[in-house]
């Protein structure tokens, strides 16, 4: 199973960016999907964005134009660029990993492996 660990998140005004990674170690990298799922207080967790080990990249309706997901294969690392944040961003942001036949890449049950989480709060 794959570790991983997420960084990257902090406090941010409305309008800003943060750039989140998630390192990832145990596994041969490239052959995973990857994921970043969200969960604010209260709410269930959201899918963000996804990269799959072919490089097919989704994004959640609610981020378009607003994140990008990318991964470097060289540096076991998947990043999120979020841009224009809100204070509804606020939220823990978990990264996700599946090294096995690929299920979905939109949804949580489609990953085996999650991070401890990173905090990103948006003040307005």
């Known amino acids: 199973q794959v570790q991983l660990v997420e960084s990257g998140g902090g406090l941010v005004q409305a309008g800003g960016s943060l750039r989140l990674s998630c390192a990832a170690s145990?596994?041969?990298?490239?052959?995973?999907?990857m994921g970043w799922f969200r969960q604010a207080p209260g709410k269930e967790r959201e899918f963000v964005a996804g990269?799959?080990?072919?490089?097919?990249?989704y994004y959640a309706d609610s981020m378009k134009g607003r994140v990008t997901i990318s991964r470097d294969n060289a540096k076991n690392t998947v990043y999120l660029q979020m841009n224009s944040l809100k204070s509804e961003d606020t939220a823990v942001y978990y990264c996700?990993?599946?090294?096995?036949?690929?299920?979905?890449?939109?949804?949580?049950w489609g990953f085996g492996s999650w991070g401890q989480g990173t905090q990103v709060t948006v003040s307005s």
């Open positions: 996700a990993a599946e090294e096995g036949p690929q299920r979905t890449i939109v949804a949580g």
């Open positions: 990269i799959s080990r072919t490089g097919s990249i």
């Open positions: 145990g596994s041969t990298f490239s052959s995973n999907d």
